[in-house]
């Protein structure tokens, strides 16, 4: 019988697949998209993806065999694997890299090393203490994984010890790969019992001299609210584990202390009880002609832009739409951009579409999401809301897809590889499943209107509010004018000011918006003008003052808070600026009756907080809600009659091509969050230049104005859409080297591209975990081929990784970066 082999996507930046010869047992189970576990190199074992079988023996001679077939039925379709093959071809990266970020974890793991002594060993008496003591603990465990080894025995060393064992062939060393299996359930950690506050405060005293401890039971008690509350609410372990930097074995410290318990939940959240479904309110007169015109335009494209005011009521066209598909028996993707949204827009679809809506993002536990994986192939869930990584779910028969605020740049994939871009993607999934496509949005994206206009995508738009209600009422305040005439109150005008009095006397609600979190970006000395900066970054280290400690932003450094100046030894450190943290505290200082929170990275990071937060502020248990960008998007409040824009300059003041229309799309859609019902909004904009065209246009809210003016000038200096970007960063951890590879890379590209290539230049921040930048940007005009300039690129990117002394050079390509 003819050999028959396979070609295998693993999960590593390899730009090939693997071809293995598959054994005569696994010949009837392997297929595409089945997983295999296959030895890659020395030692290692992977879960791979058969990609192709066939009778093509390969060229080289030590053809390696399938170690293991995972599955009896595909976990991939045939969809998504040319779904991946486009991803990686576009966005300059490896198939690899596209299944790493596609599949669950768990339904992808790598090999563990798993150790045991060797059963012919029983010279105990000749070895040393830190070796028998290994041994012991080995013998006790009968197979122990190396990666735990330094916890058990407590000794830094340990890797060291094992290789000399190993080579005295006292202990054995294999590989493993270890499939879960079954009903997920989830470990969640709680307090053995209700402590006091004056009891946990003792409790940490005594734990300071046991760090990872005391690390430990303070991250359990920031995560929960414990202090404030003395609520005792569950936390998922590898949630608690992650946050506080820390290994299992610290839980077990606590445990035999008496102070947590380890608990077993079933996790039945993919198993939520069906509730009742109601029939979708019938349209007003301007929705039902936008929704009968979508309806005809998709019969001709696949794609269409629905431009709609902020309350337009898009969102009821979308309920419309799915209702229309679902009767076909077809699936649905509804994307967001942000998870904060999902709490909002989940309780909105279930009440017309029942279980059958699954929300599906990043905070989702990893057997949650394999679970989902399964339900979305074996077409258990018809509806998935989600933020860009559904984009990968193996849709059995989806029929449309939802990219709702489209615009937004939390769509894009930053690090690691793929560095794609949902909405792009959606578009091409959408021509690969021949799935509708719906793209939404206030304030479309340049490129998306520019699509539209040019008649690739089909157009719709909604021009007034619901109901007919006002657009809310826009005050641009000048602040510098405010300071000169010392009218400011700390960092409110009197006009935001008298709004939040005013809207505070009526019951109303406030939403102040300032797009940097923290208490302040920066502490200055008052003598010498010294600034604390991050050791491992270009920037300044920012005050968080809840937590007392000095954070950067781009590592996670944080350190105690100087008692004096470095430079000078001066005692007055004074605070720079403000964040959101510092207009929570104010509030509460201005305003002493107002119920205020706080919306942001740092108050969000439970797994439920974000619903949370939102419920509290929809039941009006938060009277002023302060946050950065996450309050700025589709969320729809009753009762919100005030906005506020703390300081709308810093939006403007970036250097990049789309800083002006990122500013207007943020002002343009945090207003829109006010007065959506029966009572008018008011938006007050604070910032130092209100004649600045920009701030004209949002007080017009005027989107074609803004777009004809960003299409002029990006035509003049041949931005997107008038061109296709890549921008490529080279990181060294020496800046002299860093240098010459730069130089010679984007010499290059210039070859090719000539005028078309930018830099290399050093980026605003830098330098970030010890890492030198430079980034080099390359112009695609649109009259070339892209696919031969992606090669040419790719070359040239080759080339430069061949020369002496590349291997500690690291070279990151973005594709259309944003």
């Known amino acids: 019988m003819a050999d028959l082999f396979a070609d295998i996507i693993l999960p590593l930046a390899v730009r090939n697949c693997y071809t293995y010869r598959v054994p005569e047992p696994f010949r009837e189970r392997a297929g595409p998209g089945i997983r295999v576990i296959v030895p890659f190199g020395a030692k290692k074992l992977y879960t791979g993806i058969i990609r192709r079988i066939h009778n093509d023996r390969p060229e080289y001679q030590n053809i390696k065999d399938i170690t293991d077939v995972v599955d009896t039925e595909p976990v991939v379709n045939e969809t998504q694997l040319k779904f991946w093959e486009w991803m990686a071809g576009y966005y300059l990266c490896y198939e690899g890299e596209v299944m790493k ?54 000794n830094q060393n340990s890797l060291k010890l094992v290789n000399n064992l190993i080579k005295k062939n006292i202990l054995k060393a294999g590989e493993e790969v270890r499939i879960k299996q079954g009903r997920p359930s989830e470990r969640y950690v709680v307090l053995a019992r209700k402590f006091t506050v004056q009891e946990i405060e003792t409790l940490l005293e005594i734990l300071k001299k046991a760090p990872r401890q005391y690390a430990l039971l303070s991250a359990w008690l920031d995560i929960t609210g414990y202090k404030r509350s003395c609520e005792i609410i569950p936390v998922r372990k590898e949630v608690l584990l992650r946050r506080a930097g820390t290994v299992s074995s610290v839980i077990s410290s606590l445990e035999k202390r008496g102070v947590f318990l380890l608990v077993d939940f079933e996790d039945n959240r993919n198993q939520e009880e069906d509730v009742g479904t109601i029939i979708p309110e019938p349209l007003s007169e301007a929705q039902n002609a936008v929704y009968r015109s979508i309806n005809e335009q998709l019969q001709k494209k696949n794609a269409l832009l629905l431009h709609g005011v902020t309350s337009s009521g898009k969102t009821q066209i979308y309920i419309h739409l799915i209702r229309d598909c679902l009767s076909k028996g077809k699936q649905v993707l509804y994307l967001l951009p942000e998870i904060a949204l999902t709490a909002q827009i989940v309780e909105r679809l279930r009440k017309y579409f029942g279980k059958s809506v699954m929300v599906y993002h990043s905070r989702s536990g990893d057997r949650q999401k394999a679970e989902i994986w399964k339900g979305v192939m074996e077409k258990k869930y018809d509806i998935i809301l989600g933020v860009r990584s559904s984009i990968f779910l193996p849709f059995a028969e989806l029929g449309l897809i939802i990219v709702d605020e489209e615009h937004d740049s939390s769509y894009k994939q930053q690090d690691p590889a793929p560095r794609y871009h949902a909405r792009d993607a959606a578009v091409m999934l959408g021509s690969l499943t021949g799935a509708a496509i719906i793209l939404g949005s206030a304030t479309p994206s340049v490129e998306s209107f520019f699509n539209a206009k040019a008649g690739k995508y089909g157009f719709a738009e909604l021009k007034e509010r619901y109901g007919k209600v006002n657009l809310p009422e826009i005050i641009l305040v000048n602040t510098r004018e405010a300071y000169r005439k010392k009218l400011m109150i700390s960092h409110f005008s009197p006009q935001l000011y008298e709004a939040i009095e005013e809207a505070l006397k009526k019951k109303e609600q406030v939403l102040l918006f300032r797009n940097r979190r923290g208490f302040s970006p920066y502490l200055q000395c008052a003598e010498c003008g010294w600034i604390p900066s991050c050791e491992n970054c270009a920037v300044k280290l920012t005050y968080h003052k809840e937590i007392n400690r000095l954070v950067c932003h781009y590592c996670g450094r944080a350190k105690s808070v100087p008692q004096k100046c470095d430079m000078c030894g001066s005692s007055l450190l004074e605070t720079r600026g403000f964040g959101t943290e510092k207009i929570e505290e104010e509030i509460k200082m201005l305003f002493p009756g107002a119920r205020v929170a706080r919306m942001d990275h740092d108050t969000t990071r439970r797994p439920d907080s974000f619903s949370r937060i939102i419920k509290d502020f929809e039941a009006h248990r938060i009277d002023v809600l302060a946050g950065t960008q996450m309050i700025s998007k589709g969320l729809d409040f009753e009762n919100l009659t005030v906005v506020g824009i703390m300081n709308a300059d810093s939006l403007l003041n970036y250097p990049d091509f789309r800083s002006y229309e990122r500013a207007f799309q943020l002002m343009a859609q945090v207003s829109g969050r006010a007065g959506r019902r029966l009572k008018r909004g008011k938006v007050i904009i604070q910032t130092s230049d209100p004649e600045h065209r920009i701030m004209r246009l949002v007080l017009r809210n005027d989107y074609r104005g803004f777009y004809e003016s960003q299409l002029e000038e990006r035509k003049t200096f041949n931005y997107p859409p008038f061109c296709r970007l890549v921008k490529i960063t080279l990181k060294h951890r020496n800046k002299k080297i860093l240098d010459e590879f730069a130089g010679f890379l ?65 070279i990151v390509t973005d594709v259309d970066p944003y």
Not at 773 to 799: C, F, P, T, Y
Request: aromatic residues 6%.
């Open 746 to 810: 984007s010499d290059m590209l210039r070859k090719e591209f000539g005028k078309g290539v930018l830099g290399p230049e050093y980026p605003v921040i830098s330098k970030i975990q010890l890492w030198y930048l430079k980034e080099i940007l390359v112009k695609i005009n649109r009259d070339r081929s892209l696919q031969a300039s992606k090669d040419a690129i790719r070359q040239a990117i080759e080339k430069t990784r061949e020369l002496k002394g590349a291997a500690t050079l690291r």
């Open 101 to 154: 970020a596609a599949l669950p974890s768990s339904l992808c793991p790598e090999s563990e090393t798993l150790l045991q002594v060797n059963p012919e060993f029983d010279d105990f008496d000749s070895l040393d203490e830190p070796s028998r003591h290994l041994i012991n603990i080995i013998e006790k465990k009968k197979v122990i994984l190396l990666k735990g080894l330094p916890v058990l025995i407590g």
